[in-house]
C-alpha cells in the first residue's frame, strides 16, 4: 500500500508513527501543502521529499495520501487526490467553510474513495472507554453534557492570524469537543450558539440543543499556564438520569449508585492504522457532519447569532 | 433590633443561625409565608410562632423581617414589608418575574429600607477567597468563566413542580453561579442565551457574553447521585491572561507563573450576620441585577431565543 504525505501542520507525524506499525505501508513521499510550510519539517518523515505534491503524485501513483497542510487548504487538497482515487487520511477539519464542505462532501462521495480524518482524541484511551461506557446505559440516559479543551499556546505558526490558513479556534480545536459530544451521546445537533473572541480566537464557548432535550457545552481556551503540568487540560463531563461520568485528559471519575471510582484506562484502537486497515473508527458522514457542526459554531460566533442546523 | 421570620423554606435557617451570634438580635416572632408550609417547620426556630405575618408584625413591629416563604412568594412579601418600612433580608430570587422585580426595585428603592438578599455561597470560603484573588488581577486579563451548580435532588416539595412557586432552575440554583460570574469579573451582562429541559428543570445551560469581551457559561443539575460524598458539586473556573484559578466546594487551584498550588481557604464574612450589622457586603443594586440575568436567563430558556440585556 503506497502512502505520502502532503503537509506536516497538525498531527500528520501521529499518522505516521501509527502508520508505521502497519506491515504493509509503503512511504513513498512527503511534500509540503503550500509554501507556508518549511521544508524542514517534511525532513523528520524520513522518506523521499518532493518539493510539489502534484508531481509526487504524478510520479508515485500513491494509494493513500495523508493530507495534512495549514489547515485552510485540506479541503482543496483532499478535492485534488478524490479526483484522482486516492484514498485519503487529513486533518480536520476537512474543510474551511460550509459551501467548501458541501462540495467536498459530494465530491468524496462520487469518488468512492476511502476517506477519513484525524479525529484522534476521540481515541484517547480515557475518552474511549467513558464514551463506550456512557452509549452502553452506564449512567443512565444522557441530559447534560460539558466538554473543554484548554491548551499552552506556546509558540505557533504566523498563519495563526489569518483566518483563511488558520480556520479558527473552534473548528481546529473545539472541533474534538464536539466530536467527544456525539461520540458520548449519539445525539443529533439541532441548535447552536457560540462565542469567540481574539486573533486567533484565544477563547470560545459553544452551547448546543441535541435531540432528546439533551444540551450540551463547549469551553475552549489557549490560556493554560506554560508552567501547566500537562500541554492540554481535557476535559468532558456527562450528567445522565443514573450517575455522573467525568473525563480527564488521563482517566475517568465515573459515580453511580455503587459510589465513586477513579479509573486509568490505556487501550483504544489507533485510527490512523486501523484506517489503513479499512476499518471504520469514525465514519466519513460523521466527519462531515461533524466539520458542519464546528464551521457552525463559528459562524454563530462571527455573527453572535443562534444557529438552527439543518 | 427586633427581627421576626417569615417562612422557613431555603436558606433562612442558616440567616438565623448567623444571626444568633449577633448581640443585638433579638427573635420576635415566625410565621409561615403562606399555606404552603407546614408549621413543623417554623417550630425550629425555637421563638413564638404566629400563623399570620401580618398579625405577626402588627403585634411585634419589627425592625427586620427575613422573608424566606416557597420561593415565588418572596417579592410579595418583601414588598409589604417595604411598604411598611420593615428592613428585609430575603431569599433569592427576590422576585418571581421580571415584571414584579422592576416594580418592586422601585418600591425598596423609595421606602429607604435596608435591604439584602440570602446570596450565601458567593461567601463560602473557597469562592470568597478565589473571587478576592481574581480581582485583584491575580490571574490577568479575565477571559473566560465557566460556573457549575449540581445537586442532589434527594426529597423536596411539592410545589418545586409548580412555577409560580418555585421559580425555576436557573431563578433558585443558577443564579448562584451568575452571582459566582459578577462576583469574580465585576462585568455587565450583554447577552444570554439558556437551556433547560423538565418540571422542575433538572439540568439548565447558560451562555453569557460580559463586557470587555469576557464569556461565561453556567451549567446546573439535580442530578448528583445520592452516593456522593457531598449534596453539591459547586465550581467556577476563571481563565485568564496570567493563569487559570478552578474553585470547588471547599478549595481553589491556582496555576499562574509561579506553578500549581492548592489553597483551602476556611474564613469568609458572614453574610446575614453582617447585614444586621448594616455591612454591605452585597448591595441592593446588585442583587436587584443579578436577579434580572436570573429570570431574563429563564426567559431566554423558556423562549429559547438569546436575549440582550438592557
Known sequence: MKICF???????HKAFREMQKCP?????????????????????????????????????????????????????????CAERKIDVFCEK???????????????????????SAMHFLRFAPSFYAAGKLVR????????????????KYGTRP???????????????????AIDWIYYFTRKRFLTIDALHFGNPEMAALCQFELEDNVI????????????????????????????????FSDRYVLINKDGETVNYPTEAPMLACDYLFGREEIT??????????ALSARESADRKQKIRID
Open 6 to 12: 502532503i503537509g506536516s501542520c497538525g498531527h500528520s
Open 24 to 80: 504493509d505501508a509503503l512511504f513513498v513521499g512527503a511534500a509540503p501543502g503550500s509554501e507556508h510550510e518549511s521544508p524542514e519539517d517534511l525532513e523528520s518523515y524520513d522518506i523521499k521529499i518532493y518539493d510539489s505534491y502534484r508531481r509526487m503524485i504524478e510520479e508515485t501513483q500513491p494509494d493513500v495520501a495523508v493530507v495534512s497542510p495549514v489547515f485552510g487548504l485540506t479541503g482543496q487538497i483532499v478535492k485534488y
Open 93 to 115: 477539519p476537512v474543510a474551511s467553510d460550509l459551501s467548501e464542505l458541501e462540495a467536498l462532501e459530494k465530491t468524496v462521495k462520487e469518488s468512492g474513495i476511502h476517506f
Open 136 to 151: 452502553d446505559g452506564g449512567i443512565g440516559q444522557i441530559k447534560l453534557v460539558n466538554a473543554q479543551k484548554s491548551y
Open 158 to 176: 504566523h498563519w495563526y492570524t489569518d483566518r483563511s490558513l488558520y480556520t479558527g479556534t473552534i473548528p481546529w480545536v473545539g472541533i474534538h
Open 216 to 247: 450540551a457545552s463547549v469551553n475552549v481556551d489557549y490560556y493554560r499556564p506554560v508552567t501547566a503540568s500537562t500541554h492540554g487540560d481535557d476535559r468532558i463531563r456527562v450528567v445522565g438520569t443514573e450517575g455522573v461520568i467525568e473525563v
Open 284 to 293: 466519513a458522514e460523521e466527519i462531515f457532519m461533524l466539520t458542519k457542526v
